[in-house]
C-alpha cells in the first residue's frame, strides 16, 4: 500500500535559517505529492504540490521538486520567518483518486 | 475554492456515549471525506461519503462504530459511537473540488 515518511519534529531553527524537511514515499502508481501547512489553531491548507515527476511545487517562499528517482519530495525555504512556525504535513494521492495518504507530520518552530 | 465548517470545534463526552460531528460546505461538492487524527499521529481516513450512496470505510472502521450522513451536497455528519478514551482526536472532514482538497479546522474530541 502506500505510505509516506516524513523527518520526526519538531524542527527548531532561527529566524532566516534554511529550512528542508524530508519527505520520502512508497505508492504503487505514479501519485500525485502534496505539502498541507496546520498553523496553530487552524485547519490544514494546502501549501504545494506536485503532479508528475520533476515537477517543482512552489508557495509562500516554500518549494519541493517530485523526485521520482528517490522516491522523495523533500520541503525547502532559504528563509524562514517566525511566521512559518506550524506544522507540515506531506501526503500523496494515487492517479485520480482524491483519497490522501499522510505522514505524521513535522512541527517547525521559528524563534525571532 | 470551499470554506469548510464544522461544529462542534471541541467537545469532552463520557465513555459510552455517542457525539455527531457536522460538516458545511460553503459549495456543492461530490465527494466529501472524513479524517482522525490521533494525538501524535497523522492524518488518518475513516471513510468517503458521496451524497445519494453509502458511505465507503477505510480497513479498521465500521459503519456501526462511525455511521455517516450525507443528505445533501453540502452537509455531511460524522457520528462517533459508544465512545472509548481511544476515540480522544481531532475529527476533520474535507472536500474535493476537483483541483484540490480543502479541509475543515477541525473537531477535537476528548472521551473520558
Known amino acids: 500500500g502506500n505510505s509516506v515518511t516524513q523527518m520526526e519534529g519538531p524542527v527548531t531553527l532561527s529566524e532566516e535559517a534554511f529550512l528542508t524537511i524530508n519527505c520520502t514515499y512508497t505508492?504503487?502508481?505514479?501519485?500525485?505529492l502534496f505539502w498541507y501547512v496546520q498553523y496553530p489553531g487552524e485547519g490544514l491548507q494546502l501549501l504545494l504540490k506536485?503532479?508528475?515527476?520533476?515537477d517543482k511545487g512552489s508557495n509562500k517562499g516554500f518549494e519541493a521538486t517530485y523526485r521520482k528517482e528517490t522516491t522523495s519530495f523533500h520541503l525547502e525555504k532559504g528563509s524562514v520567518q517566525v511566521s512559518d512556525s506550524a506544522v507540515y504535513f506531506c501526503a500523496l494521492s494515487d492517479q485520480g483518486y482524491s483519497t490522501l495518504t499522510f505522514g505524521k507530520g513535522t512541527m517547525l518552530l521559528v524563534s525571532p | 475554492s470551499a470554506v469548510i465548517s464544522q461544529k462542534p470545534s471541541r467537545d469532552i463526552c463520557q465513555r459510552g456515549t455517542s457525539l455527531t460531528i457536522q460538516c458545511q460546505v460553503d459549495s456543492q461538492v461530490t465527494m466529501m471525506f472524513w479524517y482522525r487524527q490521533q494525538p501524535g499521529q497523522s492524518l488518518t481516513l475513516i471513510a468517503t461519503a458521496n451524497q445519494g450512496s453509502e458511505a465507503t470505510y477505510e480497513s479498521g472502521f465500521v459503519i456501526d462504530k462511525f455511521p455517516i450522513s450525507r443528505p445533501n451536497l453540502t452537509f455531511s455528519t460524522l457520528t462517533v459511537s459508544n465512545m472509548s478514551p481511544e476515540d480522544s482526536s481531532i475529527y476533520l472532514c474535507s472536500v474535493d473540488d476537483g483541483n484540490e482538497q480543502f479541509f475543515g479546522p477541525g473537531t477535537r474530541l476528548t472521551v473520558l
Open positions: 506536485a503532479t508528475k515527476a520533476d
Open positions: 505508492a504503487t502508481g505514479y501519485p500525485s
